[in-house]
């Protein structure tokens, strides 16, 4: 069976796996007001996924379900699982890198801890609020070797700055910072599976093309990239529900290969 076969096989018995919570749940029940993430994953060298935590900067960051913006995808009001737990069981079948698939990380970008993680992500950049602290522990993650990605963001109705709050806290992480747009010919989208084109990112609801955007080390396109940007998309989207049977298996197809990919070169970089 092709790897590609096989990366369809795998979505469709995760998607199989959670069919029944869907009838469980309303499409927009309140989750409680005193949510709280589940205890981190004790550190043991594994590869854990880093989720990061941060004030927000509106009350609308809570427009789902109550949710704060960052927990987007960790947490379900809809009737999907977590979004990283869908992603890792992929990584898990299709990669030897045999990370923690139930528990993950939940850190705050000034978390020592989280210097342990080489990857990071965090959805909802829109609302993120930056204090100087965080700014100067978050550089340092990046300068250290730490690779983020940004997903889940855009500007819109709901309001909390979009594209333009995100780009003022990277100003104050990084100072002369340049924000780069990706071509696909760029090796991150090669590390695991090949990607030539971003035509195949899918659109849940987001109605403009998605803006694929990168951070290089001391602004050189020919260094690292520290950071990728899904901006006016949402690629978590697909990882969080398809189980659900409201995406298509082949649009989480390839929400599920970026995630690889992602993660593949930043473990490598």
Request: charged share 20%; glycine share 8%; aromatic share 16%.
């Amino acid at each position: 069976m092709s790897l590609r076969a096989r990366l369809a096989a795998i979505v469709i018995v995760v998607a199989a796996a959670g069919v029944s919570v869907v009838a469980q749940r309303r499409f927009f029940d309140q989750l409680p007001a005193d949510f709280t993430p589940q205890k981190n994953a004790d550190y043991d060298g594994r590869f854990a996924f880093a989720r990061l935590k941060y004030t927000a900067n509106s009350p609308r960051a809570f427009y789902y379900c109550g949710l704060p913006s960052w927990a987007h995808g960790y947490a379900s009001c809809r009737g999907g699982q977590r979004a990283e737990t869908s992603l890792m069981r992929i990584l898990n079948e299709v990669s030897y890198l045999g990370p923690h698939i139930e528990e993950g990380q939940v850190l705050g970008v000034d978390d020592p801890e989280l210097f342990k993680y080489p990857v990071a992500y965090m959805t909802e950049a829109g609302f993120w609020q930056l204090s100087d602290t965080e700014a100067t522990a978050f550089r340092a993650y990046l300068q250290k070797g730490g690779f983020v990605i940004f997903d889940d963001f855009r500007g819109d109705f709901r309001g909390g700055g979009g594209w333009d709050n995100f780009a003022a806290n990277m100003e104050r992480v990084l100072p002369g910072v340049r924000f780069v747009d990706m071509e696909p010919t760029h090796p991150i989208f090669h590390s695991f599976f090949e990607i030539d084109s971003f035509d195949v990112i899918p659109q849940s609801y987001d109605a403009a093309r998605p803006m694929i955007r990168g951070i290089f080390e001391n602004n050189d396109p020919s260094k690292r990239l520290m950071a990728i940007i899904n901006y006016n998309t949402d690629v978590s989207d697909f990882w969080e529900f398809s189980a659900t049977g409201f995406r298509p298996v082949d649009e989480s197809n390839q929400a599920y290969k970026l995630g690889v990919n992602y993660i593949m070169y930043g473990m490598t970089h």
